[in-house]
């Protein structure tokens, strides 16, 4: 493990002058290293134990704080279902599955552009702008009068909420080396479930709202809203863009920190859009493979999000209990998501921590489908280890983030990745159809089904990485370790196909 680095350039014998000539593939970061005046000699005393929990402090609230407000505005849907919603907006049939569905069909269209923007715009001033608009969209669904104008805000809400996971993707991937980045991904993910435990308690207070003109619903979303916009500001005035903005790092710790994520050979900034790279992504297997891991454990996340409570309702519950009774979830998908992001940076094997966070919800989804009606305590068993699952995702894209180079390449690849997921949360929900009520044994199935095949999915991407390595180790030609390198050569704003020196983690 990495305890008291320093960092050490000894073996750079890159004169101040070498490699000035800037072109449209440099990046920023190399930018940045031949103007300042720190040299790497100074950058080298730097201890990056103490500069890492600097950044730490700095960078992962916000990070949580965005994740968290998203998903509970994204469920909040789903705690209103019980809190008379359906009744007061004239829901019928399979009116609620739509609004849900609607939701993501929104999202996946909007990652299209993202996917642009994110390589042209700052990303930490989008991040904020779009959770900003977000929040005033959810404190506009307390007016919603009936299914068209709900089904208008949940389509507005699934635009904004579109930016959320590439964006934090390239965040994360920015501050961090590949090891560090899966605890990191993992902190900011628990807000999932830090959500679905207050947002629990949140319906149940809300709950106990007794003014017939604004039911407790309707202030739900209103508060939430607020709370959103907050959060959108703050991250619009606090978080940085990349290292190179950070106005709480000395130009020291910036030329430290840059020194040492070279080592991703992923980049940090580049806004030039490459038509070259994005025909890439298309002819990728592992971006293909990767996509793939993400629509299947979102088909079961999709169903447990929108429907947990509603499930739990039908085994007899009241709706406050029901939505107490559904925070447990939460605390299943902290501690998975902790286990693994720990677990991948101390062992690596992403591959097999996937496998892993699957068996749980293979059995959760066996005991939802399986168990007999009067078991209570089964049933609730098999909904809270289904949300294992919910440590599936950042798992994919710290993956991805650690494995996909070249500045619009990974924009391209995070916003498929997004579309992957939304593409999921659409298929989960779909199979939650009215006719089925009450067991919705055919969705319990699909938890069942698709972890599984998440499990065997893994395997697949881990044999082709393997081969992959294999066939470069091979070749010929021995790869130049990060620290051969010049300045120049870490920042080349290549793909990790173009790379001959890249090697990809599994």
Not at 202 to 209: K, L
Not at 255 to 266: G, M
Not at 489 to 499: A, F, G, I, M, S
Request: neutral net charge.
């Amino acid at each position: 493990m990495e305890k008291h680095e320093r960092l050490d350039y000894s073996s750079e014998q890159e004169s101040p002058q070498e490699n000035l000539r800037i072109t449209q593939d440099t990046d920023q970061a190399y930018e940045f290293l031949i103007k300042t005046h720190v040299s790497s000699e100074t950058a080298s005393h730097v201890n990056l134990d103490v500069l890492r929990r600097k950044i730490d402090w700095h960078i992962v609230p916000i990070m949580f704080c965005c994740y968290f407000i998203q998903f509970l505005d994204k469920v909040s849907l789903n705690y209103s279902a019980v809190m008379g919603l359906n009744k007061d907006l004239n829901l019928t049939g399979n009116d609620f599955t739509n609004v849900g569905t609607a939701f993501f069909v929104a999202y996946v269209i909007a990652e299209i552009p993202n996917a642009f923007l994110l390589n042209k715009l700052p990303v930490a001033k989008w991040l904020g702008a779009n959770v900003l608009l977000w929040g005033i969209t959810v404190a506009c669904t307390a007016a919603t009068k009936d299914y068209s104008t709900l089904l208008a805000a949940r389509i507005f809400l699934g635009i904004f909420e579109a930016s959320i996971a590439p964006s934090l993707t390239i965040v994360s991937s920015q501050w961090y080396t590949k090891s560090e980045q899966a605890p990191r991904f993992s902190f900011w993910y628990t807000g999932v479930g830090i959500a679905q435990i207050l947002g629990g308690l949140i319906s149940f207070a809300f709950q106990h709202v007794s003014n017939p003109s604004f039911s407790g619903w309707k202030a739900m979303f209103v508060t939430l809203g607020c709370v959103t916009v907050a959060i959108g500001l703050g991250t619009i005035l606090i978080l940085p863009d990349s290292p190179i903005d950070a106005r709480f790092l000395s130009e020291t710790e910036k030329t430290a920190l840059l020194h040492h994520v070279a080592v991703n050979q992923t980049g940090i900034v580049n806004r030039r859009f490459k038509i070259k790279h994005t025909l890439e992504v298309l002819l990728d297997p592992q971006i293909w493979l990767l996509i793939l891991l993400m629509i299947l454990p979102s088909s079961s996340s999709g169903i447990v999000t929108n429907y947990s409570a509603t499930v739990i309702r039908n085994f007899g519950y009241t709706p406050p209990i029901a939505a107490l009774l559904n925070m447990p979830s939460g605390v299943v998908s902290i501690a998975s998501t902790l286990v693994a992001g720990f677990g991948i940076r101390r062992t690596s094997n992403r591959w097999a921590w996937l496998v892993a966070i699957c068996v749980p919800g293979i059995i959760g989804g066996a005991l939802m489908s399986f168990m007999p009606e009067t078991n209570h305590a089964g049933l609730l068993a098999g909904v809270y280890l289904v949300n294992a699952v919910i440590a599936s995702s950042p798992i994919v894209y710290q993956w991805a983030a650690s494995n996909v180079a070249g500045q619009t390449k990974r924009t391209t690849s995070f916003a498929l990745l997004s579309i992957g997921f939304g593409i999921g949360s659409i298929i989960g929900p779909q199979t939650f159809q009215a006719k089925d009520a009450p067991q919705y044994i055919p969705a319990k199935i699909t938890v069942l089904a698709t972890q599984a095949a998440t499990a065997l999915m893994s395997v697949v991407l881990f044999s082709y990485y393997l081969l992959v390595n294999w066939h470069r180790n091979r070749s010929g030609r021995t790869p130049q370790s990060v620290d051969d390198m010049s300045d120049a050569e870490k920042w080349r704003n290549l793909t990790d196909k173009e790379n001959p020196d890249f090697r990809y983690v599994f």
